[in-house]
């Protein structure tokens, strides 16, 4: 990991930008981190919108959570802002694009092939930062994620050992086989759904929540629609964090 540049947007919050094998990424730590006192660190998914375009948003739940004590860290996605193009997801990205402007519906197969892809290639991704910025001084655990793509994190929270909670949005679409992980998940769940989202299979999301295998799990549904996600959800989202994240 290398970090490219640093700035302190106020006196509680140090923001450093990094590249780690070509991918690059943010890390938010709060002043009270230390090497004696290191902080737990939050995981900050986000949609394969670009880093650039998404930064504004992430940087300011960064500083939320800071002022919970918590160290925030997200990457650049796959095929995402200048990182190279994947093939597999254009040709993902074309046939929705296509099978939306033939006014049909999106079957299972587009969605595997435009979401499968993503997710094989950006779940490592966020495996081998989270190494890395474990090695850090002033950062550990325990580690949640929040946010971003829905299967991202359902197969990051199924295979990382190290992820100790997570919140999930859902709003994106889910792969068959997204089912099927989220029977192995069993890490305390906290799922934010926008009833009235337009992009969002509603029926779909209450079928994943109830496939999960976590003792706890809790969703917390808003009317709205996709961008409209109530103040007091992400209020009660960071309440769930901080209970399952402090040591």
Not at 84 to 102: K, S
Not at 155 to 161: D, G, I
Not at 208 to 223: G, P, Q, T, Y
């Given at each position: ?47 394969p919108l ?52 033939a006014g ?33 001084p002033g ?109």
């Amino acid at each position: 990991m290398r970090f490219t540049s640093e700035q302190r947007p106020d006196d509680d919050v140090l923001e450093r930008d990094f590249t780690l094998d070509g991918i690059p990424g943010v890390l938010w730590t709060p002043a009270s981190a230390t090497a004696g006192t290191p902080a737990p660190l939050l995981l900050l998914g986000h949609p394969p919108l670009g880093l650039a375009r998404m930064r504004p948003r992430l940087a300011a739940r960064a500083r939320h959570a800071a002022a919970d004590g918590f160290a925030s860290a997200t990457i650049e996605l796959p095929g995402s802002g200048e990182r190279p193009r994947v093939p597999a997801l254009d040709l993902g990205r074309a046939e929705l694009r296509r099978a939306m402007e033939a006014g049909e519906p999106i079957g299972p197969e587009v969605i595997d092939a435009l979401v499968l892809p993503l997710v094989d290639r950006a779940v490592p991704e966020w495996r081998a930062a989270l190494d890395a910025l474990l090695a850090l001084p002033g950062l550990g655990g325990p580690v949640g994620y929040s946010g971003g793509v829905m299967s991202i994190g359902v197969r990051l929270a199924a295979v990382e050992p190290r992820i100790a909670a997570a919140v999930l949005f859902a709003g994106s679409l889910l792969p068959r086989a997204t089912f099927e992980e989220a029977r192995r998940v069993t890490v305390p769940l906290h799922v934010l759904l926008q009833w009235d989202d337009e992009g969002n299979d509603r029926q779909a999301s209450l079928e994943l929540f109830d496939a999960f295998a976590s003792a706890e799990k809790s969703l917390n549904a808003n009317m709205g629609g996709h961008t409209g996600v109530p103040e007091h959800a992400g209020e009660a989202a960071a309440r769930f964090l901080a209970r399952h994240l402090k040591k």
